[in-house]
């Protein structure tokens, strides 16, 4: 079946640097969400993506979509505390969603 | 307040006792969904539902059951629950059209321990 590869498994930066997480398919992704998990949380729905090449913001979170619309990525700005959690994609495939196995973004203390 | 809540949110049971989770939302969605979450293989789909008497089978349903008799109920239930059904399990929902094209809503999750 369908399947979302998510990269990488952990980040650990400094507070005030960047963070990137990347998910890959091997077929076209009718559409790509992006999901945040605070540490002892659940799921919060952050952002859709339809188009191919799209490109949106969320103050300092950059979503991007693949022309191809087989890749996406998540890009933080100057990360601080707040955004300490797991960020995950998850593609539409037959009324389910398909789920990247998320990156764990943690601050150095 | 719009929310999904499960119940309950720790358990700790045995091996083969019969279990049932249940979930219940107040928005009025018609999809409903379990998962179960792993450390490492993020959130994989047990069940879905599209709506009222409509169930389907997502990637890991065995040895899991559900049922949906009201549109704000979805019960996941563990007829004989095993070990390897240790997990933390989630109930989500969305608008009608499922996840295709609308956000999921999670519940607080359930944290389940099979000795």
């Known amino acids: 079946g369908q399947q979302v590869m998510q990269i990488p498994q952990y980040q650990h930066v400094q507070e005030g640097e960047d963070f990137t997480t990347y998910c890959n398919s091997s077929?076209?992704?009718?559409?790509i969400q992006w999901y945040k998990q605070r540490p002892g949380g659940h799921p919060v729905f952050l952002i859709q993506?339809?188009?191919s090449g799209e490109v949106k913001k969320q103050k300092r979170l950059t979503f991007q979509f693949g022309e191809a619309k087989k890749n996406s990525s998540l890009h933080i700005t100057a990360t601080q505390t707040t955004d300490v959690g797991t960020y995950f994609c998850?593609?539409?495939?037959?009324?389910?969603?398909?789920w990247g196995a998320g990156t764990k973004l943690i601050i150095k203390p | 307040e719009a929310q999904v809540t499960q119940n309950p949110r720790y358990l700790i049971t045995v091996t083969g006792k019969k279990l049932t989770v249940t979930c219940s939302q107040n928005?009025?969605?018609?999809?409903m969904s379990w998962y179960r979450q792993d450390p490492g293989l993020g959130l994989r789909q047990i069940y879905y539902?599209?709506?009222?008497?409509?169930?389907d089978k997502g990637d890991v349903p065995e040895g899991y059951k559900v049922s949906r008799k009201e549109k704000r109920n979805f019960p996941l239930i563990l007829e004989s629950p095993s070990p390897n059904q240790t997990s933390l399990y989630f109930c989500?929902?969305?608008?009608?059209?499922?996840?295709?094209?609308?956000?999921?809503?999670f519940g607080d999750g359930t944290r389940l321990s099979i000795l």
């Open positions: 928005m009025n969605h018609e999809y």
């Open positions: 539902s599209m709506n009222v008497e409509v169930t």
């Open positions: 993506l339809v188009k």
């Open positions: 077929t076209t992704l009718s559409n």
């Open positions: 989500a929902s969305s608008p009608l059209g499922g996840p295709s094209n609308q956000p999921q809503h």
């Open positions: 998850a593609a539409d495939s037959n009324y389910q969603l398909i």
